[in-house]
């Protein structure tokens, strides 16, 4: 808390040869006498309590400057050396000591209430009865140890989330900010320390604004000092969880980004962490998404993303995967060489974190292009993915069955996603715990039945493969959809029957027509309006893929999709509502390539499948 000169004897020995001795009152040389005898048993005696404490504040108290400045020392040397928790009659004097017009005396005081303010139950009770007040004074003294003292105790101060609002109202902000310019480096530490903890809340944040803090910490981002650059970088990205705050950012500090992707490359490990977070903030929109691979961040992400340190591959692989977000910047990621090491971070086990960021960056880099899917598919995603996706937890589990609902979009893919099994753990995940999961592992199981231009050289083995196994296969996974009281699910489960039955494939159509647990219900959902609520798709709090809602939309004729859809199976197995089976052959009514419904159904066809594609980058 800024140095302060030693107390000892000679304090009070030295000021006796200024004969001003004879001026003391009887109680102050009392004092004197009891509390040299107590420093010269310090390492046995406790000040905060009893006659010590009451000889310090006798001296405290004194209208004798000289002895102010006495006790003032002795607290500041009594404190440094031990902290505890400490009442009012410990505080008080010192607290009295602050509003001195004596420099040495305020230098030392402020050194000692910041050293008691490190204690939890401390930091309330200086602000309690009355601390901020006197520091705020202190802070815009001429005086450099002064001020570097008082902003230090309220750094201290403000770590206590009851203390933040407080000090925010009590006028500090403005001081603070003044003195974050200071040419004292000690100062400036100290005041920018105090003006990130108070950003730890939205009220704080937006006073810190109005404070004019904003100027003052961007132009502090250039500062020789690694702890400067800590501090205000961090304070940066706290401030830019707010949108409007960043809206400011945008319109205020144009070189806020290049400056943040230099500190990427700091020597020091903690600077280059906070550079990635706050970019990571900032890339909550899309201006700053651009602008971040415009100021060429992409190299020092992917470099920061292979570091064997923990808090940078967090970091980055946060900020790569708000980046990701924007459909222009899919390319230049995968062209800077992203794909590898986002693969190898699906298995990075000591994280969940950092495995959910690598996912959804893959599936948003997908999202856009068939060049992509392509490209990470190549890269050995899929097959990454396969062999994790039943171990993971199931967020993880939730992106990257999502990131395969999107991958399994291209027709292209499509065959090949078959042939490497990945229906084998998708069917499982149908019966997950989370509903998240249950609706995109189905959701990337109709993706892959479905195609838009069928030929009669499809291959559509892979389903007949895995139609009772494993855990009871697609056949299983249908039923428990089409009797989910959920409308989503039965949507999608209606939604898929119709993609297997319109590949032609003879066995899938006879596997559908005799299922006796699959019409049944069928049936009823053609005869029953839906009203159940419909649930979404993909996306926790913090999943950065599109919401896929199925929800039941009417109809020009007034039938619900889910009513339509299963009236159309019944058609083409040839049963009517009665379950009347009639006497057509097995497969001849649709051949590879050709439709079960009319123009219209051909219509709904494609907006059920819009659905699962991803309508934006999230």
């Known amino acids: 808390m800024g140095n302060v000169t030693s107390c000892c004897e000679s304090c009070f020995q030295g000021r006796r040869s200024q004969s001003y001795e004879p001026l003391l009152l009887e109680n102050e040389r009392e004092a004197v006498a009891d509390l040299l005898q107590y420093l010269e048993n310090r390492t046995t005696t406790n000040f905060f309590t009893g006659s010590p404490l009451s000889a310090l504040t006798t001296l405290s108290f004194s209208d004798n400057v000289d002895l102010q400045r006495s006790a003032a020392l002795a607290f500041a040397e009594i404190t440094e050396k031990e902290v505890r928790p400490v009442g009012r009659d410990t505080l008080d004097p010192i607290l009295f000591l602050l509003s001195s017009h004596d420099t040495e005396v305020q230098r030392a005081a402020s050194a000692a209430l910041g050293n008691l303010a490190v204690n939890t139950d401390n930091k309330l009770l200086i602000v309690k009865l009355g601390g901020l007040e006197p520091l705020i004074r202190q802070m815009l003294s001429p005086n450099v140890e002064v001020q570097c003292n008082a902003v230090g105790c309220v750094t201290n101060l403000a770590t206590h989330d009851d203390n933040k609002t407080k000090i925010a109202k009590s006028g500090a902000l403005v001081p603070l900010t003044r003195l974050a310019r200071s040419k004292d480096m000690r100062v400036q530490r100290n005041a920018t320390g105090a003006l990130l903890n108070m950003t730890h809340s939205d009220e704080n944040r937006q006073q810190l604004v109005n404070a004019g803090a904003i100027p003052v910490l961007v132009s502090l981002l250039n500062s020789p000092d690694t702890d400067v650059q800590y501090y205000c970088t961090t304070a940066l990205s706290n401030i830019a969880v707010d949108g409007a705050n960043r809206k400011k950012l945008a319109q205020s500090e144009p070189k806020l980004v290049t400056s943040l992707v230099m500190l990427m490359d700091s020597p020091s490990l903690k600077v280059q962490c906070q550079a990635a977070l706050a970019l990571r903030n900032l890339a909550s929109d899309e201006k700053y998404q651009l602008e971040i691979v415009k100021a060429d961040g992409l190299q020092s992400l992917l470099r920061l993303l292979q570091s064997t340190y923990l808090p940078l591959i967090l970091s980055s692989a946060a900020c790569v995967r708000n980046v990701s977000i924007h459909p222009q910047n899919e390319s230049p990621i995968i062209d800077s060489g992203f794909l590898q090491p986002l693969i190898t971070l699906l298995s990075f086990k000591d994280n969940e974190e950092v495995q959910c960021h690598a ?235 050709s439709s079960i419904g009319s123009s219209h159904h051909d219509e709904l066809r494609r907006s059920i499948r819009d659905a699962f594609s991803p309508g934006s980058h999230r």
């Open 359 to 593: 996912i959804s960056t893959l599936r948003n880099l997908a999202a856009s292009s068939e060049k992509n899917k392509k490209a990470i598919v190549k890269a050995g995603a899929v097959q990454s993915i396969k062999e994790l996706v039943l171990e993971v937890p199931i967020n993880v589990q939730s992106e990257m069955t999502a990131c395969v609902a999107v991958l399994a979009l291209s027709d292209e893919l499509k065959g090949q996603l078959l042939e490497m099994g990945i229906c084998e753990v998708l069917i499982p995940l149908t019966n997950s715990p989370s509903s998240e999961v249950q609706g995109n592992s189905a959701a990337a199981l109709g993706n892959l039945s479905s195609k838009d231009g069928r030929s009669p050289t499809d291959d559509y083995s892979a389903f007949n493969e895995v139609w009772d196994k494993p855990d009871g296969g697609m056949h299983k996974y249908l039923h428990r959809f089409l009797s989910s009281p959920d409308a989503t699910f039965q949507h999608i489960a209606v939604w898929t029957i119709v993609q297997l039955l319109e590949s032609g494939d003879p066995q899938l159509i006879s596997n559908i027509r005799s299922s006796s647990i699959l019409i049944p219900n069928i049936k009823v959902l053609a005869t029953t309006r839906t009203t159940s609520p419909s649930s979404s798709i993909g996306g926790t709090p913090h999943s950065h893929h599109s919401q896929h809602s199925y929800q039941e939309t009417e109809t020009n004729d007034g039938q619900g999709e889910i009513q339509l859809l299963s009236r159309r199976i019944l058609d083409f197995v040839d049963l009517d509502l009665d379950g009347l089976v009639s006497t057509s052959v097995p497969g001849s009514n649709v051949q590879p390539g």
